[in-house]
């Protein structure tokens, strides 16, 4: 019998544990680790409660969770709790699962100031993160700024832009609701270092702009390129940037803008013991398509300043870690141990581009452990016995459940759950 753990229950973790299960059978037992009692991770905490179709892959985890050979641990933070060494002598192989949690800073003067955020934060914040419960964003002036040009940006701009209404069937938490309802921003600054033809946004989530019920799109004309420059794209490029054509030519005006700032590079944030605005430099691209400083600068008025410019793995002690994930080749960080995901990878791709990136590890994985050896690991067993002697008390996917009925509950009417945003709120549905 083969014994491994893969350390956090976001997708990358699920789809390596499902790889493995197939691979192996009943010749192994995959623990799925996660600090949390609740799984999924980025599902969870991540994806925009409002897109509640990409949550929807959960329920796929959800019969990985269920077979016989694989079990979900939660509450033991690795690195905290038992270190990566010690799973080591517990388990086969190791697979660090851990996601990218962190935010990438600017790295610009003021970035400190009370006001300013990262997407990590605000998105956690909206999606009942524990760690992000009490971030109380201000949201009582009329100018945000969200700086990056991807996804998360988008999500976080469209989120500080709907109503009320436009909220009816999402699991967004009741705090960032009732927040988000009496928010007094009007004007959504989103700024990209460089232009349409450079964005990291996809067409199904910037279209979603043109339809807002309180909020319009704003694009400058004259920030694109003459439009035959559009034919060599990448066609779903190709297709974003005819959507931010189409926003710049709407005739129509809502009580929210969401204003499209291109060529913009922040220089410094400014302000009298909180944000107030930001600085920012006028770019041009370079030979290499790079932004390049024109040397004008301007201000963009915002009393909360979202960044979303991309996101680092945790260090975990003794792990390789370079350029903000593990470092590894093809998956592969040392003797048994291995990273998967945005932990390997960096941020970047679909939820689904995890797949292939968890079974190719598990391929790795099987072709040196074949199914009928056995390392003499004892797997989770000896992991809860080492726990419980630290006064650890792992939770399971049973308990999961109890913590998921509790929430479904709750839910306010059209919404299809109310999460706990507390650790402790989860171990007391437990009667912990
Ligand atoms: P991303 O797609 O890599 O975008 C990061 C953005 O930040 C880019 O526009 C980048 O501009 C900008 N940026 C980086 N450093 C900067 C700096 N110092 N100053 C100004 N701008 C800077 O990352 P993401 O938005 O965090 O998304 C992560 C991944 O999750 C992506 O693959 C994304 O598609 C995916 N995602 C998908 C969905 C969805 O499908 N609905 C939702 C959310 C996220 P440059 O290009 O100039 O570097």
Same mark, same amino acid.
């Given at each position: 019998m083969r014994h491994f753990a893969v350390v956090g229950s976001g997708p990358a973790g699920f789809?390596? *544990?499902?790889?493995?299960?197939?691979?192996?059978?009943?010749?192994?037992?995959?623990?799925?680790?996660?600090?949390?009692?609740?799984?999924?991770?980025?599902?969870?905490?991540?994806?925009?409660?409002?897109? $509640?179709?990409?949550?929807?892959?959960?329920?796929?985890?959800?019969?990985?969770?269920?077979?016989?050979?694989?079990? &979900? +641990?939660?509450?033991?933070?690795?690195? *905290?709790?038992?270190?990566? *060494?010690?799973?080591?002598?517990?388990?086969?192989?190791?697979?660090?699962?851990?996601?990218?949690?962190?935010?990438?800073?600017?790295?610009?003067? @003021?970035?400190?100031?009370?006001g300013v955020v990262g997407s990590a934060e605000f998105v956690g914040w909206y999606n009942g993160h524990p760690e992000f419960a009490d971030l109380d964003p201000f949201l009582h002036g009329a100018h945000a700024a969200v700086v990056g040009n991807g996804n998360v940006a988008l999500d976080c701009a469209r989120i500080l832009a709907k109503t009320r209404h436009e909220f009816e069937g999402s699991d967004i938490v009741g705090h960032a609701l009732d927040a988000l309802d009496h928010s007094a921003i009007r004007t959504i600054t989103i700024l990209g270092r460089r232009g349409p033809? $450079?964005?990291?946004?996809? /067409?199904?989530?910037?279209?979603?702009?043109?339809?807002?019920?309180?909020?319009?799109?704003?694009?400058?004309?004259?920030?694109?390129? /003459? %439009?035959?420059?559009?034919?060599?794209?990448?066609? #779903?490029?190709?297709?974003? %940037?005819?959507?931010?054509?189409?926003?710049?030519?709407?005739?129509?005006?809502?009580?929210?803008?969401?204003?499209?700032?291109? &060529?913009?590079?922040?220089?410094? %944030?400014e302000g009298d013991g909180k944000v107030?605005?930001? +600085?920012?430099?006028?770019t041009e691209l370079d030979e290499k398509g790079a932004a390049r400083g024109t040397g004008e600068t301007y201000e963009v008025p915002a009393s909360l300043v979202i960044t979303a410019i991309g996101y680092s793995t945790s260090p975990i002690p003794d792990v390789p870690f370079e350029g903000g994930k593990f470092v590894n080749e093809g998956g592969r960080i040392a003797d048994r141990l291995y990273?998967? #995901?945005?932990?390997?990878? !960096?941020?970047? @791709?679909? +939820? @689904?581009?995890?797949?292939?990136? !968890?079974?190719?590890?598990?391929? $790795?994985?099987?072709?040196?452990?074949?199914?009928? @050896?056995s390392g003499g690991r004892e797997g989770a067993t000896a992991l809860k016995r080492l726990l419980e002697s630290r006064g650890v008390m792992p939770t399971d996917y049973d308990d999961w459940r109890k913590i998921e009925e509790t929430e479904v509950s709750r839910a306010r009417p059209g919404s299809p759950r109310e999460k706990f945003v507390r650790h402790q709120?989860?171990?007391?549905?437990?009667?912990?």
């Open positions: 789809y390596t *544990a499902e790889a493995l299960e197939k691979a192996y059978g009943d010749q192994a037992r995959i623990d799925i680790l996660d600090r949390y009692p609740v799984p999924y991770g980025l599902i969870r905490f991540g994806v925009a409660p409002d897109h $509640q179709s990409l949550k929807a892959v959960s329920k796929r985890y959800d019969k990985v969770a269920e077979r016989a050979g694989v079990d &979900f +641990i939660g509450n033991v933070t690795v690195g *905290a709790d038992i270190s990566v *060494a010690e799973l080591l002598e517990l388990y086969d192989a190791v697979i660090l699962a851990t996601g990218a949690p962190h935010d990438r800073k600017l790295g610009i003067p @003021g970035e400190d100031l009370p033809h $450079q964005i990291a946004m996809t /067409p199904k989530e910037l279209g979603e702009l043109g339809h807002l019920e309180a909020a319009v799109p704003v694009v400058e004309p004259s920030d694109f390129p /003459p %439009v035959e420059a559009d034919e060599p794209l990448e066609p #779903g490029l190709r297709k974003s %940037v005819t959507l931010l054509r189409g926003f710049a030519d709407l005739q129509q005006d809502k009580a929210k803008h969401m204003v499209f700032d291109f &060529f913009a590079k922040p220089l410094r %944030v107030e605005r930001l +600085i920012v430099e006028r990273a998967v #995901g945005w932990a390997r990878r !960096g941020p970047s @791709g679909t +939820i @689904g581009t995890n797949r292939p990136d !968890g079974y190719e590890v598990a391929e $790795q994985i099987a072709a040196a452990m074949p199914a009928e @050896g709120d989860w171990l007391q549905v437990l009667g912990r």
